[in-house]
């Protein structure tokens, strides 16, 4: 069975441009969430989907928002990029709906804002 | 609010030491979940147990075994006789919530731990 795959692996932007990352989930799993994880905040929930909605979200700007399709992928999108954007983002996704199951992480997306 | 300490910033040990991690939580719900995730420097998560707040027992998985006492707030981890491929972050994250918000899982810092031969 294949694992969560995020793509781009590597992205660098500029500050005020936008950016989407993408991620696929594991065969089956219908949640999907994303984290931030930084040097200085250390790993930080972003927001969890589930069957196309927004579960749960965290304590980020609106800047940061995401979508789910009707496959379970997942896209997430940062506008008007700032340079502390840069960070590795991980998606993870479960089978079932809720933070609280055992999640699969994917190699996560590093972006550079310069 | 929800908060996991986890004050061992980095740890050094020689291989075949055993080594605990430590990990201190707080929140008001009666109902949540702690986990324990291993970051290799290949950066993806690696889950490696979940308990939730009504199961105190304590867990034992080959090397791996965690300590879970409500009375302490602590849910620690230990690996005995450590070995070199044992070195990677290790988190420990907290979860709680409400069916009708939603549930957030809130990471520790980590712990580094690196096992030298």
């Known amino acids: 069975k294949a694992g969560v795959t995020q793509t781009p692996r590597y992205l660098i932007k500029t500050r005020g441009q936008q950016v989407t990352l993408s991620c696929s989930p594991i065969s089956g799993h219908r949640s999907v969430s994303w984290y931030q994880q930084t040097p200085g905040q250390g790993l930080q929930f972003l927001f969890e989907y589930f069957s196309e909605t927004q579960r749960n979200k965290g304590n980020f700007p609106g800047r940061f928002s995401g979508r789910q399709f009707s496959n379970s992928r997942s896209e997430m999108n940062v506008s008007t990029l700032e340079l502390g954007d840069s960070a590795l983002y991980l998606c993870a996704s479960s089978l079932g709906e809720g933070t609280y199951n055992e999640q699969f992480f994917g190699p996560g997306t590093r972006l550079t804002v310069l | 609010a929800q908060k996991v300490t986890q004050a061992q910033t980095e740890i050094s040990v020689v291989e075949k030491e055993d080594v605990t991690l430590d990990c201190v939580y707080e929140?008001?719900?009666?109902?949540?979940?702690l986990f324990w995730y291993k970051q290799p420097p290949s950066g993806e998560l690696v889950f490696l147990i979940r308990?939730?707040?009504?199961?105190?027992q304590n867990e034992i998985s080959g090397r791996y075994s965690w300590n879970f006492q409500k009375s302490t707030s602590s849910f620690n981890f230990t690996i005995t006789a450590s070995q070199v491929v044992d070195s990677a972050v290790y988190f420990c994250?907290?979860?709680?919530?409400?069916?009708?918000?939603?549930?957030?899982?809130?990471f520790g810092k980590g712990t580094s731990l690196l096992v030298t031969p």
């Open positions: 929140t008001r719900d009666t109902t949540y979940y």
């Open positions: 994250a907290l979860c709680s919530g409400h069916s009708n918000s939603g549930y957030a899982l809130n």
């Open positions: 308990r939730n707040s009504f199961d105190e």
